[in-house]
């Protein structure tokens, strides 16, 4: 197994904490740990009572019964807790593929979802979405790719890194078109609840079949990556069983001060969820009016759903590469865009909107361009 350097966390690991401004941050805004236990009355002396031995492997009866409330069919013990997405996701594929197997996964793409099957010699076929078409998937166009030795489709909606996300008809009938195929279907929500129209939230793909499984994390929505929780959600049991014995061999368990905070915080949901979605909104207007004043240098495409968008360079901003047009910005200004090189789409930046800082960071980026 090979797995090759994953492009966007190595970028960050190289910037994220060398600049003034993280304009591409796909998390969104966190807090401290006085605020989050502020949020309860109670909450402060229970984590400092905390015991600090090893958790259950599960995850804590608790966290998991605050996490199925996420959903509308899933019991607390068809969910498995991890260490952020990115794990669940790992063992995830681990537990389903063989060498041999082929996987459809949306593109773009976060790139784990597409070169850990690769790493565990399966054959990746890229359901590609295109910037000429407003970023839109076709899922007609996503039922010729599956193949007889396809294990698992993999959407993500919200997506990253375009903004996209799919209507309720075109789940349906990717959730049937799994059904019908037998295969699995990863549902990776990480950016669910960050909807900007209520209405537009889709199901839990493990709410509306018994092939789904729901990726969910605290880290994009709810603003607390720090945390490192993630989880599956699925009523496919095999699944389930077979990611916990391989969770043995990476964490073996959570860790128990994150547990105890991301209870509280999923205790306090409604409120999170909101104070992400006020900033979205408000920073979304403010890169409107941006790039209509950068339209020389930036084609917008706004985005449907998430915190984040993926315009594309034009005219003098497209003259070199994206990587290095963002390594200038880091350099010059203090201030980072994700190059879509990242993504093996050139031409475009990431931006991320869900943080507070968003105005002074424009304000920043305004002069450098
Ligand atoms: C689509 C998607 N899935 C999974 C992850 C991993 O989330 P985490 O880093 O919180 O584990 C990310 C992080 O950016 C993501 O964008």
Not at 50 to 59: A, D, K
Not at 127 to 155: E, K, M
Not at 290 to 319: E, K, M, Q, S, T
């Amino acid at each position: 197994m090979r797995w090759p350097p994953f492009k966007l966390e190595r970028f960050f690991a190289k910037h994220e904490f060398n600049v003034d401004y993280v304009l591409c941050a796909s998390d969104c805004e966190s807090m401290t740990v006085r605020s989050l236990l502020a949020l309860e009355p109670g909450a402060a002396d229970g984590f400092q009572g905390l015991w600090l031995g090893y958790t259950e492997s599960t995850g804590s009866p608790e966290l998991r019964g605050e996490i199925s409330r996420i959903y509308a069919s899933i019991h607390p013990d068809e969910i498995l807790v991890h260490s952020g997405a990115e794990e669940a996701i790992f063992l995830l594929m681990h537990a389903v593929l063989e060498s041999g197997d082929n996987v459809v996964v949306q593109w773009p793409c976060y790139q784990s979802l597409a070169d850990v099957a690769r790493g565990l010699g399966c054959s990746v076929t890229l359901w590609q979405g295109r910037w000429d078409d407003g970023w839109s998937f076709d899922p007609d166009a996503l039922g010729d790719l599956v193949q007889a030795n396809t294990r698992i489709v993999i959407i993500n909606s919200p997506h990253n890194p375009t903004g996209a996300h799919m209507s309720r008809v075109a789940f349906d009938r990717i959730v049937a078109l799994v059904e019908s195929c037998g295969c699995l279907l990863l549902s990776d929500e990480v950016y669910r609840e960050s909807e900007y129209v209520a209405a537009e939230r889709l199901p839990a793909a493990c709410d509306v079949s018994d092939r789904a499984v729901s990726v969910g994390v605290m880290s994009k929505s709810y603003g607390l990556p720090g945390l490192r929780i993630g989880w599956v959600a699925t009523h496919a049991v095999a699944v389930r069983v077979r990611m916990a014995q391989l969770k043995d061999y990476t964490t073996i368990c959570n860790s128990a001060p994150s547990e105890f905070l991301a209870t509280v915080a999923l205790r306090n949901r409604g409120h999170l969820v909101a104070r992400t979605g006020e900033l979205i909104r408000r920073n979304l207007l403010l890169l409107d009016d941006f790039f209509a004043r950068h339209n020389d240098l930036f084609a917008w495409y706004r985005p449907v759903a998430g915190p984040i968008a993926f315009p594309r360079l034009v005219g003098r901003a497209a003259a070199g590469s994206a990587t290095a047009f963002c390594e200038r910005l880091a350099r010059d200004a203090g201030v980072l865009l994700l190059p879509g090189d990242v993504y093996d789409v050139p031409n475009h930046v990431r931006v991320g909107f869900g943080r507070r800082d968003l105005p002074e960071a424009l304000a920043r980026l305004e002069p450098f361009l």
